[in-house]
C-alpha cells in the first residue's frame, strides 16, 4: 500500500488519508501523539529538519520506495515537510525558502509591498530596550514566536515586567526567536481559501467568535462562515488582501489560512500560513460549501495539483463550529449540550482521562442556520453554557 508521511496528527485527516487510500506514518512531538496502535514517531522538536529526516530514514515499519507523499497537519512542520519533499523526490513544494516567507513573521511582513497594511514588526532579544519598542510601538505591544502558531506564547506587553515574562520562555542566544509587533485592537477574520497557478481559485470568510488569543489563554474558540449576500465590500477587500498577499510572497499552489483585522476604515493583515485550517474549519466548510479541503491538500501532496473547486455558491445553510473545553467541576457530559442546544454534529468526553487538545478543547460542537446573525447567537449561547457550566 502506498505510505504518505504526515507530520502532525488530527483524526479527521487520518480519515481522510485513509479514505485515500493511503497508509500514514506520523511524525510527532509529544504530548501531541496518534491513538494506540497508529504509526508514528516521537521527536523532540517537530521544527527540526534534520530530527524529522532522521525519524524517517530510521523508522523500520516505512519503506522509502513505498512513500508517495508528505504533508504537514499543522504551521509547524511545512517547513520540514518542504525539506522531506525535497530530500526523498517527491512531490508539492518543496521550496524552503517560500515556506519561511510564510513561517516567519518579521520575514513574512517585510517581504510586502508597503501599501499593504499591517502590523510593524521587528526581532527583539532579552537585550532588547523596552523604552525602544515603546518609542515604536507606543505603550501597548505584542511579543509571540516569530515562527509561531495558534497564538501560542503570544503576550500582550503593557509594562517592562510584562516583556521580561514574555521573554521568558525563548532561547536566550537567539536573535530570530522573537518579535515585537504593534497591537491592533479590532476584531478578527480570517480568509480559508485555496492558491493555485499564481491565482485565487476559492475562498471563504470567517469571522471568531473571540480572537485566538483569548482562547489560547483559556477562552473557548469558536468561528462561523459569513453569508457573502450581507458582506459585499467585505468580501471583495478580503480577497483582494489575500491575493496581494499571496501574489507578493510567492505562494506555491497551495491551501491557506490568512487572518485579518477588521478596523473600522480598512482591513489590516495578520499573518498567512500554508496549511488546512485549524478546529473545524474544514468541516465547516465542507458542509457550506462542499468543498474537501482535506482532499486537496492530499492532491497537492500527491503531485495531482489544483483541482478545479466546485462549491455550492448560495449555501442553504451557513455552519459554524466551538472547541469545548472541559467544564470547571467535570460533570457536564455530551447530553448536556444536546438537551439544551440544537446541534450538527458534536463530541465530547466529560472523563478526567479525556484528550486534551488545541486550545482546551476535550470535544467540539458543528452548529448551522439559514441566517448568519442566528448562527451567531447560537454560538455565543453554546460558548456561554460551556464557560458557566
Known sequence: MPAIVVIGYRDDLDRAVRNRGLDPFYIVQSPAVPPQGIDHRV????????????????????????????LSVHEMGVFGAAYLRRQLGLPGNADSMKVLRFRDKYLQK????????????????????????????GDVF?????????????????????????????????????????????????????WGGGA??????????????????????AAYILDRRLHPELFQQAENLTEQVLSSLEAPDCVFHLEIFAEEDGLTFGECALRLPGGLSPRS??????????????????????????????????????????????????????RTFDIDEMDYSASPDARVGPYGMVGYAIVSDPDESTLQKKIEDIVRFNEVS
Open 43 to 70: 521527536v523532540a522538536d517537530i521544527e527540526n529538519a534534520h530530527e524529522i529526516l532522521r525519524a524517517v530514514l530510521s523508522a523500520p515499519s516505512l519503506r522509502l520506495d513505498d512513500v508517495v507523499g508528505v
Open 110 to 137: 517585510s517581504g510586502l509591498p508597503p501599501h499593504i497594511r499591517r502590523a510593524r514588526c521587528r526581532y527583539v532579544t532579552a537585550d532588547t530596550s523596552f523604552e525602544e519598542l515603546t518609542a515604536e510601538f
Open 142 to 194: 505584542v511579543v509571540k514566536p516569530a515562527n509561531g502558531g495558534g497564538s501560542l506564547r503570544t503576550t500582550i506587553v503593557r509594562s517592562r515586567q510584562d516583556f521580561k515574562e514574555a521573554l521568558g520562555p525563548f532561547p536566550t542566544r537567539s536573535d530570530v526567536a522573537a518579535v515585537a509587533e504593534s497591537f491592533v485592537d479590532a476584531p478578527e477574520i480570517y480568509v480559508d481559501g485555496v
Open 200 to 221: 485565487l481559485r476559492w475562498s471563504t470568510l470567517v469571522r471568531y467568535h473571540a480572537s485566538p488569543l483569548s482562547a489560547a489563554q483559556g477562552g473557548i474558540m
Open 285 to 338: 466548510n465542507e458542509l457550506t460549501f462542499g468543498v474537501n479541503l482535506f482532499d486537496v491538500e492530499i492532491g497537492l501532496a500527491l503531485g495531482e495539483g489544483v483541482p478545479e473547486i466546485r462549491a455550492t455558491e448560495t449555501p442553504e445553510r451557513f455552519h459554524g463550529h466551538i472547541l469545548l473545553r472541559a467544564s470547571s467541576d467535570g460533570t457536564l457530559t455530551r447530553a448536556d449540550f444536546e
